[in-house]
């Protein structure tokens, strides 16, 4: 079945930068993202990437796609304490309901 | 425009006990889905509804019902609480079909224990 996972603890410093990798299984998902959770909230999405896509970056934020080895990634530049948060990859499968399966969430830590 | 407002926030059922966790949206969404989140396991899918008056299955629908009545309310339902559905539900919307890089917009959650 399809399944996204993702390493679950990531710890940095202020200023240095982050970077979050993931895998996922379905081939045929035609949109990739990135969502944040603060405590206590619900996720808000950060990026996405479209899957003919090799990179995109957001300012802080760049999403490298590896297709081929179905492996997606999140660089956070100047990482800030207010990054703190849970990251979690996710997929969209093109069948009925355009269903997202999520990671499981990596935790980033930011030290100051 | 107040996005996807769940209700309650909070609750504590007791062992078989029955409640109705509420989702509304505001955004004329077509699709909308309920999630648990638990430590470690992400998000898992329980029920979604791609229209008014329509259903289907997620990945760990058993325990669970929904309705969905009025395009904007997906309700979801258990019937005979158990502490394993010990969890934060999540609710979420998106835009319709031909619109997959539409994102999902959730809610704030949920929080509910079952003693």
């Known amino acids: 079945g399809e399944d996204v996972e993702q390493s679950l603890f990531l710890s940095v410093r202020e200023g240095d930068s982050s970077v979050i990798n993931c895998t996922y299984t379905?081939?045929?998902?035609?949109?990739l993202y990135w969502y944040k959770q603060e405590p206590g909230a619900g996720l808000q999405l950060l990026t996405y990437?479209?899957?003919?896509?090799d990179m995109k970056q957001d300012q802080r934020l760049t999403v490298l796609l590896n297709k081929k080895d179905k492996h997606l990634s999140l660089r956070i530049a100047d990482t800030q304490t207010g990054d703190s948060a849970i990251y979690f990859c996710?997929?969209?499968?093109?069948?009925?309901?355009?269903?997202?399966?999520f990671g499981a969430g990596t935790r980033l830590f930011v030290k100051a | 425009n107040a996005g996807v407002t769940q209700t309650p926030k909070f609750r504590v059922l007791k062992t078989g006990q029955s409640m109705t966790l509420l989702c509304a949206q505001d955004?004329?969404?077509?699709?909308m889905y309920w999630y648990r989140q638990d430590p470690g396991m992400g998000l898992r899918l329980i029920h979604y509804?791609?229209?008014?008056?329509?259903?289907a299955k997620g990945e760990v629908p058993d325990g669970y019902n929904v309705s969905r009545l009025k395009k904007q309310n997906f309700l979801l339902g258990l019937e005979s609480a158990a502490p394993s559905q010990t969890s934060v539900y999540f609710c979420?919307?998106?835009?319709?079909?031909?619109?997959?890089?539409?994102?999902?917009?959730f809610g704030n959650g949920t929080r509910l224990t079952v003693t």
């Open positions: 955004m004329n969404h077509e699709y």
């Open positions: 379905d081939s045929s998902s035609t949109y």
């Open positions: 990437i479209f899957s003919n896509m």
């Open positions: 979420a919307s998106r835009k319709s079909w031909g619109q997959s890089n539409s994102p999902l917009h």
């Open positions: 509804s791609v229209g008014e008056g329509t259903t």
């Open positions: 996710a997929e969209t499968l093109n069948t009925g309901g355009f269903k997202t399966i």
